[in-house]
């Protein structure tokens, strides 16, 4: 496991951005929110291949990391020269969406899905990692992953986010990315499957394949954060 330490600045300069950045319609980034609401923020790197990576975006407390949000990507390879300095940076630990807003692309986020996910092993790793008990509801977002310069645009990954739940519930996405209410079909669609099936490799042995409870696919509605 690669952990990489992110907050390096003063929190009072972290908060007084995002203060700053609330005064648009643009979302904090997933760093930027939990350094604000944790006091810290750390990435670590649990799996990475050439097309996949797992992180656990973590806060620290009392030398103790928990997982705040779990996000499975799968880069949409191959990638084009221009974004190939910044995937360095991220291979090597460093967080998606500050790597390259800090590199001056803009990003967006084309929602996919809003679901939740339920996990009732009660030595499944998801759960030692969000430092939870069993059965656990966590959110799901999972979004095609975008970035665009002054001319251009490139699709950069898919992202399954799974969210601790006290750190993002389902409302709170809904509230955060205008995604659509339940209306009581299955849509989840094969990218966010195969994501969810790829945390299996995190379990323990005794790992059961956790429920599906599903949102309606409507949109998708895009988000873009500057």
Known sequence: ????????MQLGLLLLAIACAG??????????????????????????????????????AGGAATTRTLAVVRFALPLPAELRPAHERIVAGASIGATFRDAGWDIEKRHLY?????????RH???????????????VHAYRFE???????????????????????????????????????????PSVRAALQRIGGLSESDYTEPQYQQEPCRGPPCTRLR
Not at 29 to 57: D, P, T
Not at 114 to 122: K, N, R, S
Not at 125 to 139: C, F, G, H, Q
């Open 147 to 189: 970035v665009v310069g002054d001319a251009e645009r490139h699709a950069y990954a898919t992202i399954v986010e799974l969210h601790h739940p006290d750190y993002l519930a389902l409302a709170d996405l809904r509230d955060l990315y205008a995604l659509p209410a339940a209306a009581g079909e299955s849509c989840a669609p």
């Open 23 to 60: 005064s648009t319609t643009a979302p904090a980034l997933n760093s930027e929110r939990i350094a604000a609401r944790y006091g810290s923020y750390e990435v670590s790197l649990l799996q990475q291949e050439a097309e996949w990576r797992i992180s656990s975006l973590e806060s620290r």
């Open 1 to 8: 496991m690669i952990r990489v330490p992110i907050l390096s």
């Open 125 to 139: 790793a998801v759960l030692r990692l969000m430092r939870l008990t069993p059965p656990a509801v966590l959110a």
């Open 114 to 122: 809003g679901g939740t996910y339920v996990l009732d092993a009660d």
